[in-house]
């Protein structure tokens, strides 16, 4: 309990004079935090849905409009103003201020105002100048549409909402952090807000995601309409310029360049990544090259970047907003709805208003004609009294016209009023100036009220199909805003990247077989490979028993270590052959199996468990291959054949815990390996996605074939190379670069159109690849500027049809390449096809238009109408 102080003591009337109130602290914490909380939620933090904005922005909006003058205005002024409605300070004013102006959709901006994309700020406010933008003149502001209420200190009028037409919220964003609450909606596309209003209008559904203006890439897969609980992911576009170089061009949302920049040079110190160094070329537009070590995979790095680094991060939406005084959580389909209904109401009351104008200036050019024509005002010229005056006019007036109230007989002459007559419109009639009188003109009054009688016609119709008039106003509104503002977030489905896939080589495996330890810090005693601090460490012993355990410095794991290597979750092609004794019965059992599940540190038995038994041989094979082996017996044993070979090929790969096959029941002196066969598991199934280019197993994208071990990939690129790579599952192809990937043949041809920019001809020209460095790009194109591929295909004999300008007219042939010409060595130039440059090349199907002639032939050419490009 609390007690007042005598300063505190209040005077009540009962008893006149001061008392000291009690005051339980439970109940003015109850009160003062409620009262708090709803003052950040309402007044603060969270948007309005009617008009998308925080009540500072809004306040912010109002000033500028109050200002507006077409001219731009200082910051510092504009803050000032401002200071009037929002009783917050300068700082969280200018602020605001700059945040709406670096969205580029309300406020023209004028000077340094920042830049998001670097983390740049604004200049001080006297140095830069704003001004509302049309559009936001267009569709934000109309007093007699705005509901208003009183300042904070009651000296000024400020609206409750600013009557905005179209989705503003949607379209900026907004994040706020409340008492309680938050909310976070992500900026969407211009364009695709007008059309989704227009299908809403239309009775349709309709769906939006994300926009960006930093641009990148961004999976909206569990974006969840908005709604808390849902989720997005956005990356930075990355481009591989060369083997050792990779460009950042566009930036995910909410990353900065200096912040990105800082998260890969923290991944390269950790040993993420290896990189060399990291250049921001930043300017009018975002360039981060990063440079990688030698001997790194750019393909590999790309994916780690991603995993490790800023260059993707994953976004929580929260659509919270104030509806009717309350946080409402919704999505982003029912704030468009909200809004589109919003925008159809505003343009109704609009058009009332609009309608009640034309009335009463209808009404009144009919009385001022009526007053004018009949010379009324000469009827007053004896009238001693006001009131007089009044009557007279009155009287007068009422011989020309019916009201709804005063019916006269219909004749000629007699003119129809919307409504009836008041005082103020015979106070109006008498203020008319003599010198209007005077040049009166009878025939441009009768078309002031034909156009007025028109322009009211056309809002009645408007009103009447007021869906319509909506569509038509969000229409206009894309046509002379729409511009410039087209989608710059490619919207797309982001593989998973396996984190220890991509992991930088940043430590190495070392082990001390007879002592049992390995670890990164045994560098006295045997290397075993490089691998990454996160990798999982697989260890088997002599005593048939083995285990996992993540990379460490150093730590035991058991002595006499047979076979230790990183261990990758999941791998069901490594197999593991191995020839045991048991203890129990004497007898050795030989066995295949696979590791694709563990616990990590737990030890497993792979014997029958019996004490002392031990591995007589043990081999690990990444692709399940098969291998023979020479068994040798003890001479003391009483076995015939104490010498003989075995095929690890006649058993089947089981699981880790099974026994095995009895291989003998004598004991064993040694066992050595004669020969390693192939893969018993089949060949690898291999897809490739083609939005992506990445290669997998899953049976996703387009199928490449079965690999077996020493099958390898080969790619054609649009720039007129090839490349023969081994087969890696993380290789990554880019589809903007990649013309063609398949299991490599060495006899396939490779049949491709190009033109010579050198001797200004088009070629033709047919090879096998004979190259046999692996993973190399060849280029089969001759130097010289201007040369372009136009077509490659390895098909056994495709036929094309081309067009070519010539002398302002498009002519068009068809032939097939295998006819054409013969095959000859890769860096030969071919045979020339025309002296002419080709527009434009596509594969037709065998027989269709189907022409054969050889290498200097004459062409006949056909007028034909222009064909879609194929690059």
Known sequence: MKKKKKDDEQFTPENGHVTDEV????????????????????????????DGLKPVQRRILHSMKQMDDGRYHKVANIIGQTMAYHPHGDAAIGDALVNLGQKDLLIDCQGNWGDAR??????????IEARLTKFAL???????????????????????????????????????????LSTKIMPHNFIELIKASISILKGRKSKIYPDFATGGLVDVSNYNRGKRGGKIRVRARLHEVDKTTIAIRELPYGITTSNLIDSIVKANDKGKIKIKKVIDNTAKDVEILVHLAPGVSAGVTMDALYAFTNCEVSISPNACVIVDDKPLFTTVDEILKINAEQTKDLLRQELEIRQGELLEKLHF??????????????????????????????????????????????????????RDITEEDIVRLTEIKIKRISKYNTFKADELIKKLNAELKEVRHNLKYLTEYAIAYFENLLKKYGKGRERKTEI???????????????????????????????????????????????????????????????IFVGKNILHVAVWKKGDDRTTYNMVYVDAGSGKSYIKRFNVTAITRNKEYDLTKGAKN?????????????????????????????KKFEFDFSDIEIKGRSSNGNILTK????????????????????????????????DERGVYLGEFDTGDQLFALYNDGSYEVTE???????????????????????????YYDGERKRTQVKRFKVETSKLNEKYSFLPEGKGTKLLYASTKESPTVQYNMRIKSKTHTSTFNIADFMDVKGWKALGNKLTDYKITTVKEVADGTGKEKFKAGDSVDFDVDGSQKKLF
């Open 613 to 641: 038994s031990k591995a007589h041989y043990f081999t690990a094979n990444p692709n399940g291959e098969s291998e023979v082996i020479h068994i040798q017996l003890t001479q003391s044993s009483t076995a015939r054949k």
């Open 138 to 180: 267009e569709v934000g502001f109309n007093p007699q549409t705005t509901d208003w209420q009183l300042s904070y200190d009651g000296r000024k009028k400020e609206p409750i909402a600013l009557p905005v037409k179209f989705p503003l919220l949607l379209a900026q964003g907004v994040e706020g952090i409340a008492v309680g």
């Open 23 to 50: 005051i339980s602290l439970s109940g003015m914490y109850k009160t003062y935090f409620l009262d708090y909380a709803s003052y950040v939620i309402l007044e603060r933090a969270v948007p309005g849905v009617n």
């Open 492 to 554: 797309t489905t982001f593989d998973k990247v396996v984190v220890t896939q991509v992991v930088a080589n940043n430590t190495k495996l070392y082990v001390n077989r007879k002592d049992g330890f390995i670890g990164s810090s045994l560098k006295k005693d045997e290397f075993v490979c490089e691998c990454a601090d996160i990798d999982d460490i697989i260890v088997f012993r002599k005593d048939g028993k083995f285990m996992v355990t993540r990379m460490t410095d150093k």
């Open 365 to 418: 050019a009919s009385l001022e004609k009526i007053f004018i024509e009949n010379r009324i005002y000469r009827e007053i010229e004896e009238c001693e009294t006001w009131e007089a005056v009044l009557e007279t006019i009155d009287r007068e007036l009422h011989k020309y016209i019916s009201t709804p109230s005063r019916k006269t007989r219909a004749k000629k002459g007699i003119v129809k009023l919307l």
């Open 666 to 697: 004598y004991p064993i002196r040694k066992i050595t390996q004669v020969s390693q066969g192939k893969s018993t598991l089949g060949a690898l199934r291999i897809w490739m996605i083609e939005a992506s280019g990445r290669l997998n197993t």
């Open 118 to 127: 670097t983390g740049d700020g604004a200049a001080a406010p006297r140095y």
């Open 727 to 753: 087969l890696d599952l993380l290789k990554k192809f880019d589809p903007k670069e990649v013309l063609e990937v398949m299991k490599f043949d060495p006899d396939k041809i490779v049949n491709v159109i």
